[in-house]
């Protein structure tokens, strides 16, 4: 935060809905999810997505265009919990040290 | 935001999630998946009135916030209390004609401390006043927002900052209350336990309380790896651990009179139910009652579990 006092909002109010985005919590994490592609069933078939469902920070990036599926984790704010790679039914994600 | 609730993972990932990355809650919390679950049952516009608890803190600490729909914090005792305002105020002025939006949905969300002890009256109040709202309890079984302090959603033997395990007693020594079956006492139209790894049953008992005619009740679990001493990636499973030894059963109750078990705990109820010892092995806070000396304590526990399992299958009718 760089304004000064007389430039944010009155009453310490926030007009931006969401705007915690801005604040990376990737710096918190310790072991860093990967994907292993060959196993995903959101790659294969567009189906499964229980790491998308389950992870708290919404760092599970989920995309189909044209019937093709895309995955990927948003290291902005993975904090390396490890639930994702936990719930994964097909055990196609693990983590690895920093 | 649809009129159906989305269940299934192409739904899901059109809905627009009403939390944003880049909140400082705990690495494995289980409260944002909770409140990412809540979402996808929505119906329309809707107003978070959300009580002082780890989710509201770590939310919105200024000068950013996480929620994307109209929030208001409000004092540790009193979300319900907001809520029913905040419903009635709209009901005024849309009389008045100074409302715009056909129908708007209030929730009310507090953390155990501020639904089963210190909003408690709150919520018995706005209840009985029956306004059309939902609230929602999300459990972590303890003050862990100022430091772990024992609630009244604490299990029997459970260790925290104000219950210590040592010499004399094995963590806290009394029961844990049960918040919905007092809820369902107030015959409101319904009330409903639910977890987040059952997704599906979460969603769809999120909706049919949005959509009771009167006030609706959700008591949902959410593990907290920093105050439970448990493995972060453990959360979603040890959700799951608790429907299965029956430490929290999922069911619904319709107008405090017709009990329901629901899909999860009814297959509990045809596999049997798991020993606590498993759920207990998985956390830290724990540990103590795997000594010699609280193996008797340990038992008991494991004999209360049982008879409240039988109560609620005689209520809901499951053999």
């Known amino acids: 935060m760089s304004e000064k006092y007389n430039e944010i909002p009155i009453a310490g109010n926030i007009i931006e809905p969401g ?7 990737g710096g918190w994490r310790a072991e860093r999810p990967i994907l292993s592609d060959e196993k995903c069933l959101w790659l294969k078939n567009g189906t499964c997505g229980r790491c998308w469902i389950f992870c708290p920070d919404m760092a599970v990036i989920l995309t189909e265009k044209d019937g093709k599926h895309a995955f990927a984790f948003n290291y902005d704010y993975c904090k390396g919990c490890g639930i994702c790679a936990n719930e994964c039914p097909t055990d196609a994600i693990h983590l690895e040290k920093e | 935001m649809s009129n159906k609730p989305a269940v299934s993972i192409k739904d899901m990932l059109k809905q627009d999630l009403i939390l944003s990355s880049g909140h400082r809650m705990c690495a494995g919390c289980g409260a944002p998946t909770v409140i990412k679950l809540m979402g996808m049952a929505l119906r329309g516009p809707t107003i978070v009135c959300n009580s002082t608890g780890c989710l ?7 000068p950013y916030t996480a929620w994307k729909i109209p929030w208001i914090h409000v004092a540790f005792e009193n979300s319900a209390a907001v809520a029913s305002g905040a ?6 002025m849309r009389e008045k004609g100074h409302y715009k939006h056909e129908h708007v949905d209030v929730i009310a969300i507090g953390g155990d401390g501020g639904s089963f002890d210190i909003g408690f009256g709150a919520i018995s109040g706005a209840l009985e006043r029956g306004h059309d709202f939902v609230y929602m309890c999300y459990d972590n079984g303890a003050y862990q927002n100022t430091g772990i302090q024992r609630s009244g959603a604490t299990f029997t033997g459970q260790e925290t900052t104000t219950s210590w395990a040592g010499k004399v007693i094995p963590g806290k020594l009394e029961r844990k209350k049960p918040l919905a079956e007092i809820v369902a006492a107030h015959k409101i139209p319904y009330v409903a336990t639910v977890e987040p790894s059952n997704f599906r049953d979460f969603i769809m008992k999120f909706r049919k309380a949005l959509d009771a005619e009167g006030p ?3 008591h ?8 439970w001493r448990s493995a972060t990636e453990e959360t979603i499973s040890i959700s799951r651990l608790a429907v299965e030894t029956g430490l929290h059963p999922l069911y619904e109750v319709i107008n405090g009179e017709e009990w329901i078990m629901s899909g999860p705990s009814k297959r509990v109820a045809e596999a049997g139910l798991k020993p606590v010892e498993e759920y207990f092995k998985t956390q830290g806070q ?4 795997f000594r010699p000396e609280w193996e008797g304590f340990r038992k ?18 499951v053999e």
Not at chain 2, 56 to 62: K, L, M, S
Not at chain 2, 87 to 92: G, H, R, T
Not at chain 2, 220 to 227: D, I
Not at chain 2, 286 to 289: A, P, R, T
């Open chain 2, 87 to 92: 419903l009635e105020a709209i009901n005024a």
């Open chain 1, 19 to 25: 705007n915690s985005e801005k604040y990376k919590t």
């Open chain 2, 220 to 227: 949902a679990f959410s593990p907290c790896p920093r105050g």
């Open chain 2, 56 to 62: 509201e803190v770590a939310t919105t600490i200024y």
């Open chain 2, 300 to 317: 008991k526990i494991q004999e209360q579990v049982n008879h409240d399992w039988e109560v609620l299958k005689k209520r809901c009718g």
């Open chain 2, 286 to 289: 724990f540990k103590h009652l």
């Open chain 2, 216 to 218: 609706g009740f959700i």
